[in-house]
């Protein structure tokens, strides 16, 4: 895949393309262009692509580039031959169902670790949210949106003494916690993405008439202000590639490639179990034929165990204002193979829109020397699509009309809403039949009046009073004691 221009130009390897990758650079150098660029090439040669769009500017690859001045200037420029502008086949996906279709998952397929993360919860409440996904898992009971997860919260909390032995303590106030963030994920819209039909990855995964790969393009301007929810779904996403897919060891393209845009949101405050988890999909996911291609203003943004595992690089512009910055830009120099000929260290500095720092793996997966190049302009339209181009890549689509029927089978929250009205009409049951076996009085007899009811208790009074005078006077005669 011809990516760009030194001397000669430089080509990622598809049989090394699995070994994932880094594009790296300060606003505004041409990260998107080049993230682009090698969507756009993947692809050409029947690589479905996943990228989440921040700014919207990928959808344009829905349509064909031309008329971009920049373009045909870089074009003659690099004398690229056989460059043809031409449309990728895309799939548009949001998570809130406007400018793509609908994107869901399940409360229990993102799990309580990725869904603890979205929440921003601290140990000890996480600690409890776990202990009800395995209540719910013990009971059989499903976990599909977000009222099925606040009804099984409020029924641990309401239950917390019966569950405490074998799930540990549920105390009321971190219930409380979790409800609160519950409430501030629904009102950032995101429980839209908790539901059925849930994503099917097959889906992601498909080739148009021409053998080209799908480009699924989720739209991510609104959901990237809920940071912790954005990363949460990427790596949900790259989860679910990770357990369900087969092991292929090394195939001679990808079966798909995945773009993280942003990616220090992913490794921002996360906690030491999730850093594990990505570490260990970046690390295994590639034997399942799954490219991974982090994006990211700063190298210094990605932790080293992961950093390591990054064969391909392209490293543009990077600004050195400040002490951080000038580690950033050393840190990035020694990340490449040394060449004689390049002055990494101020070349990162000094490199133009659309120039970058270029390293790509040789056919035995060694990093070659570093190379300061222009990047090839894609063929697919620079910036967005229209409403009506979106609209249009939509109703074409093959997946058109399933997602957009949301499913709402009994789960979690309807078992125990039907519970708590069994028992409920139980308790009215019972408070009836001992209102029924309560002493009646007699029907037709009138209530007693304010006077009838002192006059009867005088009565009684004096009636029990000579009563008892003439019982003991009966007993003493009996008994033979004195008149």
Same mark, same amino acid.
Request: glycine share 8%; with cysteine; aromatic share 6%.
């Given at each position: 895949?011809?990516?760009?221009k030194?001397r000669?130009f430089?080509?990622l390897?598809?049989?090394? $393309?699995n070994?994932h990758?880094l594009?790296?650079?300060?606003?505004g150098?041409?990260?998107?262009?080049?993230?682009?660029?090698?969507?756009?090439?993947?692809?050409?040669? /029947?690589?479905?692509?996943?990228?989440?769009?921040v700014?919207?500017?990928?959808?344009?690859?829905?349509?064909?580039g031309?008329?971009?001045?920049?373009?045909e200037?870089?074009?003659?420029?690099?004398?690229?031959?056989?460059?043809?502008?031409d449309?990728?086949?895309?799939?548009?996906?949001?998570?809130?169902?406007?400018?793509g279709? %609908?994107? *869901?998952?399940?409360?229990?397929?993102?799990?309580?670790?990725?869904?603890? *993360?979205?929440l921003? @919860?601290?140990?000890?409440?996480?600690g409890?949210?776990t202990?009800?996904?395995?209540?719910?898992d013990?009971?059989?009971?499903l976990?599909l949106d977000?009222?099925?997860?606040?009804?099984?919260?409020?029924?641990?909390?309401?239950?917390?003494?019966?569950?405490?032995?074998?799930?540990?303590?549920?105390?009321?106030?971190?219930? /409380?916690?979790?409800?609160?963030?519950?409430?501030q994920?629904?009102?950032e819209?995101?429980?839209?993405?908790? /539901?059925?039909?849930a994503?099917?990855?097959?889906?992601?995964?498909?080739?148009d008439?021409?053998?080209?790969?799908?480009?699924?393009?989720?739209?991510?301007?609104?959901?990237?202000?809920?940071? *912790?929810?954005? $990363?949460?779904? @990427?790596?949900?996403?790259?989860s679910?590639?990770?357990e &369900?897919l %087969?092991e292929?060891?090394?195939?001679?393209?990808?079966?798909?490639?995945?773009?993280?845009? +942003?990616?220090h949101? =992913?490794?921002?405050?996360?906690?030491?179990s999730?850093?594990?988890?990505?570490e260990q999909?970046?690390?295994?996911i590639r034997?399942?034929?799954?490219?991974?291609?982090f994006?990211s &203003?700063?190298?210094?943004?990605? %932790?080293?165990?992961? =950093?390591g &595992?990054?064969?391909?690089?392209?490293?543009?512009?990077?600004?050195?204002f400040?002490?951080?910055?000038?580690?950033?830009?050393?840190?990035?120099? +020694?990340?490449?193979?040394p060449?004689?000929e390049?002055?990494?260290?101020?070349?990162i500095?000094? =490199?133009?829109?659309?120039?970058?720092?270029?390293?790509?793996l040789?056919?035995?997966? *060694?990093?070659?020397?570093?190379?300061?190049?222009?990047i090839?302009?894609?063929?697919?339209?620079?910036?967005?699509?229209?409403?009506?181009?979106?609209?249009?890549?939509m109703?074409?689509?093959?997946?058109?009309?399933?997602?957009?029927k949301?499913?709402?089978?009994?789960?979690?929250?309807?078992?125990?809403?039907?519970?708590?009205a069994a028992? $409920?009409? +139980?308790?009215?049951?019972?408070?009836?039949?001992?209102?029924?076996?309560?002493?009646?009085?007699?029907?037709?007899?009138?209530?007693?009046t304010?006077?009838?009811?002192?006059?009867?208790?005088a009565?009684?009074t004096?009636?029990?009073?000579?009563?008892?005078?003439?019982?003991?006077?009966? @007993?003493?005669?009996?008994?033979?004691?004195?008149?």
């Open positions: 895949m011809r990516i760009a030194s000669n430089l080509y390897l598809p049989r090394m $393309a070994r990758g594009i790296a650079g300060a606003t150098t041409g990260k998107t262009v080049t993230l682009q660029v090698l969507a756009e090439q993947f692809s050409r040669i /029947g690589v479905p692509v996943f990228v989440a769009d700014k919207g500017d990928l959808s344009g690859m829905s349509r064909a031309g008329g971009n001045r920049k373009v200037e870089r074009i003659a420029q690099l004398g690229v031959e056989n460059f043809t502008l449309a990728c086949p895309v799939t548009f996906w949001d998570v809130f169902g406007s400018k279709h %609908p994107m *869901r998952a399940t409360v229990e397929e993102l799990g309580p670790l990725l869904l603890a *993360r979205m921003g @919860l601290n140990e000890v409440q996480s409890v949210l202990a009800v996904f395995k209540i719910a013990d009971n059989g009971w976990l977000l009222k099925d997860l606040r009804a099984i919260m409020q029924h641990a909390a309401e239950n917390a003494a019966q569950y405490r032995i074998e799930y540990g303590n549920i105390s009321s106030a971190s219930v /409380g916690a979790v409800q609160r963030a519950l409430l994920l629904e009102h819209g995101a429980d839209q993405f908790f /539901g059925e039909p994503l099917n990855l097959d889906d992601m995964m498909q080739t008439s021409k053998g080209h790969g799908f480009i699924n393009i989720l739209a991510a301007d609104r959901l990237y202000n809920s940071p *912790r929810v954005y $990363a949460a779904l @990427l790596l949900w996403i790259l679910e590639l990770f &369900q %087969p292929i060891g090394d195939p001679d393209k990808p079966k798909l490639v995945f773009f993280f845009d +942003e990616a949101l =992913l490794f921002n405050d996360a906690p030491k999730l850093m594990e988890k990505i999909v970046v690390r295994l034997s399942k034929g799954v490219g991974v291609y994006v &203003q700063n190298p210094l943004d990605i %932790p080293d165990v992961v =950093l &595992q990054l064969g391909n690089r392209v490293q543009h512009a990077l600004r050195a400040t002490p951080r910055d000038q580690r950033a830009v050393k840190s990035a120099a +020694e990340t490449f193979r060449n004689p390049v002055d990494v260290v101020s070349a500095t000094e =490199l133009g829109v659309g120039e970058a720092l270029v390293s790509f040789d056919e035995k997966g *060694r990093p070659l020397p570093v190379e300061r190049a222009l090839i302009p894609p063929g697919s339209r620079i910036g967005m699509a229209t409403d009506e181009e979106r609209s249009q890549t109703r074409t689509s093959l997946i058109h009309g399933y997602y957009e949301s499913l709402d089978r009994e789960s979690t929250y309807e078992i125990l809403k039907a519970r708590a028992s $409920a009409a +139980e308790a009215a049951a019972e408070d009836k039949a001992k209102a029924e076996s309560a002493p009646k009085r007699p029907v037709g007899r009138p209530r007693d304010l006077m009838e009811t002192v006059a009867k208790t009565a009684r004096v009636g029990s009073e000579l009563g008892r005078r003439l019982i003991r006077g009966v @007993l003493g005669s009996l008994l033979g004691g004195r008149k």
